[in-house]
């Protein structure tokens, strides 16, 4: 017979129920989805531009530009470098997508972490990486980030809140949610970010990332970026949800629909969102509608995407061109001013990347370094170079 529980035992026990039901509810949303800063289409006459509503002053608004330009002109130059096979695997654009890798990491405060995907270049950049390490990274150089060991973002930087993504798919949001946890037994207060693709968010591993997140309250940001393709695959036979931000229901959590193509929407939804984590709502799901003007890789011929649609999208809806109109329209800056920023940016990337084809290639047995720790591999074992 199961044992009686004492007065005591029982008191205290309620005592636990009682703490657990305490701890208030996740807020109730009137909207789960907020749509405020949504795409809408381009009408005739009425080109793109970005929305008005921001905090962000003339200055921020200039380096976001610098960001965006500094975005694709490394990956334009990484292109040249690939068809001269100088890069080491494949080259991964974020051509038209780059605002919403810039505008979310944008609204970060130094201290907080990132984990970017292959597309999220811009994110990377706002972090505080340098060009030269992508450009030495992507030649597997010697004196690239990762020594030659691995390849294009594969890199991470803890100084700088920069975690290099492990896979594309989905895993990266488990990784996040432990570092937040982490955080808080360190009393850290930090907010992270992970980039998911509509792709990466059908697997198992998003599932149960999100889910401990959410249920923990850690201040997780998920970017959702809906760029039209997983590979070859549309969006439309990855999920039968409209919106991917629909998905925040099953988690409890408040979610956001961006135009990802708008830096400023972008930077303004995340900080808010990251405000909202910070005060202990806990995560937010923010979708980003953009759209992957190139293929999955420089390899990708794209023979899957109808006819004309890239073309609409790089003439109706290019981030870089709604953002210069905004600037110029907005009188926040004039052409030269813009030319001018530009051509340092050009001028930065020479430099950067005669820096990386500068470096050696690395030396072969110190792929046997840095990987695992040699030190206690049993001296049986241990083949001659680490004996170095
Ligand atoms: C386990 C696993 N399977 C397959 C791949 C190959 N792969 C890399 S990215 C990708 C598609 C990702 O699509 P999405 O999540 O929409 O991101 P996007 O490329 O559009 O940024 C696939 C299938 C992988 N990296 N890992
Ligand atoms: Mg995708």
Redo the contacts with the bound molecule.
């Keep these: 017979m199961a044992e009686q529980p004492t007065k005591t035992s029982r008191k205290s026990e309620q005592g636990a129920h009682a703490k657990r039901r305490d701890r208030p509810p996740g807020p109730r949303f009137e909207m789960r989805i907020s749509t405020k800063y949504a795409p809408h289409e381009p009408s005739e006459g009425k080109p793109l531009t970005c929305t008005d509503e921001t905090s962000l002053k003339p200055d921020q608004l200039l380096e976001l530009y610098r960001y965006l330009k500094l975005t694709r002109l490394v990956e334009e130059r990484l292109v040249n470098l690939y068809r001269q096979t100088k890069v080491v695997g494949g080259v991964f654009r974020s051509l038209g997508q780059e605002a919403t890798a810039v505008g979310t990491a944008y609204a970060l405060q130094p201290g907080d972490f990132i984990t970017p995907?292959?597309?999220d270049l811009g994110a990377v950049l706002v972090k505080g990486i340098r060009p030269r390490d992508i450009f030495a990274q992507y030649m597997a150089k010697a004196w690239g980030p990762s020594g030659g060991r691995d390849l294009n973002i594969h890199f991470g930087d803890m100084e700088k809140g920069f975690i290099g993504p492990i896979?594309?798919?989905g895993d990266m949001i488990p990784v996040m949610t432990g570092i937040l946890v982490g955080a808080r037994m360190q009393k850290k207060e930090i907010v992270a970010v992970a980039y998911?693709?509509?792709?990466?968010m059908s697997t198992g591993a998003f599932h149960e990332g999100l889910n401990f997140a959410a249920v923990q309250r850690l201040p997780l940001l998920v970017i959702a970026?809906y760029?039209h393709?997983?590979?070859s695959t549309p969006t439309s036979l990855q999920t039968a949800c409209r919106d991917l931000a629909e998905k925040a229901a099953g988690y409890g959590i408040p979610s956001h629909i961006v135009d990802g193509n708008d830096v400023v929407a972008c930077y303004e939804v995340t900080k808010h969102a990251a405000d909202y984590a910070r005060r202990g709502g806990g995560a937010v799901l923010i979708e980003a509608k953009t759209y992957?003007r190139k293929g999955?890789a420089e390899h990708d011929d794209q023979r899957y995407v109808a006819p004309d649609e890239i073309e609409w999208w790089e003439k109706h809806n290019d981030p870089v061109d709604r953002f210069e109109k905004y600037l110029l329209e907005k009188n926040v800056a004039k052409q030269d001013k813009l030319d001018e920023i530009v051509s340092e940016v050009t001028r930065a990337i020479e430099e950067d990347c005669a820096w990386a084809e500068s470096s050696p290639l690395p030396e072969g047995e110190k792929a046997a370094y840095g990987v695992f720790d040699n030190s206690i591999v049993p001296p049986a074992f241990r083949p001659p170079v680490l004996e170095k």
């Design positions: 995907l292959i597309r896979s594309h798919l998911i693709g509509d792709g990466g970026e760029n393709f997983a590979y992957r999955h």
